[in-house]
């Protein structure tokens, strides 16, 4: 599976047997432990728009709680979403031989988004050059309309 969709997470409700603390990996104890969907700009679910962008976490603690909370909060990038959002339209059978602005607009993103995505997929080490469904990706991020 492609780097940016994540295996789906459980949609039953229902926890890990023996989910430990994302700090410290320690299980809570009863009356401590703590659960959480915090944000996650590189969740992507392959299936549902719906669970994009969030992650469940298990802390020990309420002061490992807000450093999880923290740590989310300040690792967010919306082109990092908005890259896996694209990556995911990508795999679809409808966008094989897809453009660029078609696949776009199948995974609900504005021009912005676009160039935002694209641009954060650039400054990484080692950036995609193809999209995982085959599309090859432009060499710069695609100009603003109209400039």
Request: net charge negative; proline share 7%.
């Amino acid at each position: 599976m492609p780097a940016h969709i994540s295996s789906p997470a459980p949609r039953t409700g229902s926890l890990p047997e023996r989910a430990g603390c994302g700090v410290c990996g320690e299980p809570g104890t009863a009356g401590n432990a703590q659960g959480a969907l915090v944000a996650d700009s590189s969740a992507i679910d392959p299936y549902d728009f719906a669970f994009d962008g969030r992650r469940y976490v298990v802390a020990c603690c309420p002061e490992h709680m807000r450093t999880l909370v923290e740590e989310a909060r300040a690792a967010w990038s919306a082109g990092e979403q908005w890259f896996g959002q694209l990556c995911r339209a990508s795999l679809l059978n409808a966008m094989r031989d897809a453009s660029l602005d078609e696949i776009r607009a199948h995974a609900r993103l504005d021009d912005a988004a676009l160039r935002a995505a694209l641009e954060w997929n650039s400054a990484r080490k080692a950036a995609a050059l193809t999209l995982p469904g085959g599309q090859i990706l432009p060499m710069r991020p695609v100009p603003a309309s109209g400039c």
